[in-house]
C-alpha cells in the first residue's frame, strides 16, 4: 500500500532504504510528521541476502525494506513511491518536486537516496552483478570461501581489495587488467600472500549454465575461476539537490563521488541532512542504518531549538494575539464575551 502524499511535513525523506526508513522511523517515534518518498531502486536488489545485520542475517533486502515500511506507518509515518526531481529552497523550508509532477513542502531534508556502483566496461559483468561478480568481502566473502576468486583491478583500491579476499581464499588471482601493474612493494606483498598475477586486458567473463567459470582474456586465454571481484566507482545520487548548491563531489579515497557533511549527517546547505551510502561510500546496511537513525535524531533536536526560538520570541512580543489575549482573561475574566 502507498500512502498519498499530503502537502506538507516536518521532514520529507528522499529515498528508502534503510537509513532512509531508519532515520523516519526515529522521527515518527518524536512525533514529527515524516514523508518516505522512494523511487524503488535500491543498490542491494540483486543481492540474496543482507549480511553483517545483527538478527537479521541473510534476509533478503526487499523483506527488510517491508518491515521497515511497516515500522514506520505504525508510528504515523507515511511512505511513498516516487522519485524526487528537484528541490529548492523556500522562506520556511523546502519545495521537493517529483518527477510525475507533484510536489510536497518540507521544514527539513533528510536525503539517503544511496549510491549507483559504475563498473568497468567488460562484457557480462553488469548481467552478474551481485551474484558471482562481486565488490565486498564483508557482504559476499563467506559465501565464496574456498572458492578461486578472481579480482579485476579498476582503481585505487584495488590492491586492498585482493589482500582482503586473500582472507576468505587461498586460491586468489589478481588481474591487472588497463590499470599500472604492481609495485615492486605490491608485487611483493602479492607473492608473499600467494596471490597469483596475470597480465593483459580482459575481454570478458565465461557463463556456463547460469555460472560463472572464468574469465576470458584478450589473447583468447580462460582462467578458470568460481566468482570475480571488482571495486566499483561508487557515485552518490544527488543530482536533483543541484538547485540547493549541493553537490557530490571526490573521495578522498578515490573511490567516486559522495556529498560531505559533519558526524551527525548536517550537510553544507542549512536543514539538510544526509545519511547511508550517499555520504558514506562504504556504509554497509547496519552502518545505514545507524546513520540515519542519528540524522533523523540530530533533526528533530534542531526542530526543537527552532521551535523553542519562535516560542520565546512570541512569548516576548507583549502586543502578540496571544499575549492580548491572556491579559484580557485577567482582567476581565468571564466578562470579556460580553464586550
Request: glycine share 12%; net charge negative.
Amino acid at each position: 500500500m502507498t500512502d498519498r502524499l499530503m502537502d506538507g511535513y516536518d521532514v520529507v525523506v528522499i529515498g528508502g532504504g534503510a537509513a532512509g526508513l531508519n532515520g523516519a522511523l526515529m522521527l515518527a517515534r518524536a512525533r514529527r510528521s515524516v514523508v518516505v518518498i522512494d523511487a524503488g531502486a535500491p543498490r542491494n536488489a540483486p543481492a540474496e541476502g543482507v549480511h553483517g545485520l545483527l538478527a537479521r542475517e541473510g534476509m533478503p533486502p526487499a523483506e527488510l525494506v517491508e518491515r521497515g515500511r511497516a515500522e514506520v506507518r505504525g508510528y504515523g509515518g507515511h511512505v511513498v513511491t516516487g522519485e524526487v526531481d528537484a528541490v529548492a529552497r523556500e522562506a520556511d523550508g523546502f519545495t521537493v518536486a517529483l518527477a510525475d509532477g507533484r510536489t510536497v513542502r518540507a521544514r527539513r531534508l533528510l536525503v539517503t537516496t544511496g549510491l549507483v556502483d559504475e563498473l568497468p566496461e567488460v562484457p557480462g559483468l553488469r548481467e552478474r552483478w551481485g551474484r558471482d561478480v562481486l565488490h565486498c568481502p564483508y557482504c559476499h566473502g563467506w559465501e565464496v570461501r574456498d572458492g578461486a576468486i578472481g579480482v579485476l583491478a579498476s582503481g585505487p583500491l584495488s590492491m586492498h581489495q585482493v589482500l582482503l579476499f586473500r582472507q576468505w581464499s587461498d586460491d586468489i588471482t589478481f588481474f591487472p587488467h588497463t590499470t599500472a601493474p604492481p609495485t615492486e612493494e605490491e608485487a611483493e606483498q602479492l607473492a608473499a600472500r600467494g596471490i597469483r598475477v596475470v597480465a593483459g586486458e580482459v575481454a570478458s567473463v565465461a557463463v556456463v549454465d547460469d555460472r560463472l567459470v572464468g574469465v576470458r582474456l584478450a589473447d583468447g586465454t580462460l582462467i578458470e575461476r568460481d566468482a570475480l571481484a571488482v571495486a566499483t566507482r561508487m557515485v552518490a545520487r544527488a543530482d536533483f539537490l543541484a538547485g540547493l548548491g549541493l553537490r557530490a563531489v571526490a573521495h578522498p579515497s578515490g573511490a567516486g563521488e559522495y556529498v560531505p557533511a559533519d558526524p551527525t549527517g548536517r550537510s553544507e546547505v542549512p536543514g539538510v541532512w544526509v545519511a547511508g551510502n550517499v555520504t558514506d561510500l562504504m556504509a554497509q546496511v547496519g552502518a545505514a542504518a545507524a546513520g540515519g537513525a542519528a540524522a533523523g535524531a540530530q533533526i528533530n533536536a534542531d526542530m526543537v531549538a527552532e521551535d523553542t526560538r519562535r516560542a520565546v520570541a512570541a512569548y516576548r512580543d507583549v502586543f502578540s494575539a496571544a499575549n492580548e489575549a491572556r491579559v484580557c482573561e485577567k482582567v476581565l475574566g468571564e466578562r470579556r464575551h460580553g464586550l
